[in-house]
């Protein structure tokens, strides 16, 4: 019951790669809104906050659905890629990995900022009056100490990114060996009951080892900072 088929060994390895993949997509991104967010003061923050959250309460339906214009060749991002630099993003395991990141995104910089936030803001003045400009503070100072958080944002959203369904169907399809990830195959083989639990079981058992990290991530935190 437990032996794993060739198509269960290549929705597991395409999860792991699409979650990879999102993670680095959008960690840049997300370490940048995270900063902004921890650190600018200002009225209209709210509308930042607002584009970063929607992807939780939008259906994942109609984000794939918006990244399915944006990225299909016709639309403005996907002719641009595929003109010049070839790529295509429609029907591939990279659009499995866009949508994975978009949805997962508020996620990872929710943690990131909160990483960020607990970081004393004088210790990067402190970086400063002694000569280290805003970027070498950055680096040097507050990175160094959120990076249980950057971390831990990162596992919430290789998590998230292994469970996607509704934007990945809409933006890559359900192409065994191709796009077909760990939710889209128990979708697709729904009525046989032993590959069903057997992948079902698998991916509970993923999700749990990611908040278990990223709790332990999230005290080490917070254990640091109270030191």
């Known amino acids: 019951m437990w032996s794993l088929s060739s198509e269960e060994w290549l929705a597991l390895r395409l999860s792991f790669q699409v979650g990879l993949g999102a993670v680095l997509v959008s960690l840049p991104a997300a370490v940048l809104v995270a900063y902004v967010l921890a650190r600018w003061q200002s009225r209209s923050k709210w509308l930042l906050e607002v584009l970063v959250n929607l992807p939780l309460v939008l259906p994942p339906v109609v984000t794939g659905y918006l990244l399915l214009?944006?990225?299909a060749p016709s639309g403005p991002l996907g002719h641009a890629l595929e003109t010049w630099l070839g790529l295509r993003i429609v029907l591939t395991w990279w659009g499995a990995a866009v949508a994975a990141a978009v949805v997962s995104f508020p996620l990872m910089v929710r943690a990131i900022r909160l990483?960020?936030?607990a970081v004393d803001p004088r210790l990067e003045m402190a970086a400063r009056s002694l000569g280290a400009g805003r970027l070498d503070a950055f680096w040097t100072v507050t990175l160094?100490?959120?990076?249980?958080?950057?971390?831990?944002?990162?596992?919430?959203?290789?998590?998230?990114?292994?469970?996607?369904?509704?934007?990945t169907i809409m933006v890559a399809g359900n192409?065994?060996?191709?796009?077909?990830?760990?939710?889209?195959?128990?979708?697709?083989?729904?009525?046989a009951l032993g590959?069903?639990?057997?992948?079902?079981?698998?991916?509970?058992?993923?999700?749990?080892?990611?908040?278990?990290?990223?709790?332990?991530?999230?005290?080490?935190?917070t254990s640091r900072e109270s030191a």
């Open 69 to 71: 214009v944006c990225f």
């Open 115 to 117: 990483a960020f936030q």
């Open 144 to 167: 160094p100490l959120a990076r249980r958080g950057v971390l831990a944002g990162c596992v919430l959203a290789f998590a998230r990114s292994l469970g996607e369904f509704g934007a």
């Open 175 to 191: 192409i065994v060996g191709e796009t077909q990830t760990i939710p889209l195959a128990i979708f697709s083989n729904w009525g």
């Open 195 to 221: 590959e069903v639990w057997r992948l079902a079981t698998i991916s509970v058992a993923l999700a749990a080892a990611a908040l278990l990290a990223s709790e332990w991530l999230e005290r080490r935190q």
